[in-house]
């Protein structure tokens, strides 16, 4: 089993910056990608960036230039450093791992339990 533990939401004024960290616990031989989702109120979950083990990054359109994502394949951590922020980009940020491989096992799919990123005009 693995866990994705998630810190560094907060609040910030406009033009600020916030850095998220997530943790994967648990014994874990490989992530294949590691990302950040965000989900408002009342909207959908939207990707903001992944991050594949071999350094393939996909950045949001919304996002480009202003964010950068980057991990460490031996902690099994991913990190989110986000600069000149917006009112927008408030919502509840969620760290994704995609193909998490232990001992024995397979998990296709784990999300963290969110981090709330409040951003004020």
């Known amino acids: 089993q693995v866990q994705l533990v998630e810190s560094g939401g907060g609040l910030v004024q406009a033009g600020g910056s916030l850095r998220l960290s997530c943790a994967a616990s648990?014994?874990?031989?490989?992530?294949?990608?590691m990302g950040w989702y965000r989900q408002a109120p009342g909207a959908q979950r939207d990707l903001v960036a992944t991050?594949?083990?071999?350094?393939?990054?996909n950045y949001a359109d919304s996002v480009k230039g202003r964010f950068t994502i980057s991990r460490d394949n031996t902690k099994g951590t991913v990190y989110l450093l986000m600069d000149s922020l917006k009112p927008d980009d408030t919502a509840v940020y969620y760290c994704?791992?995609?193909?998490?491989?232990?001992?024995?096992?397979?998990?296709?799919?784990?999300w963290g339990q969110g981090t709330q990123v409040t951003v004020s005009s």
């Open positions: 991050i594949t083990s071999g350094g393939t990054i």
């Open positions: 648990g014994i874990i031989f490989s992530i294949n990608s």
């Open positions: 994704n791992a995609e193909g998490v491989r232990g001992p024995g096992a397979y998990i296709p799919r784990a």
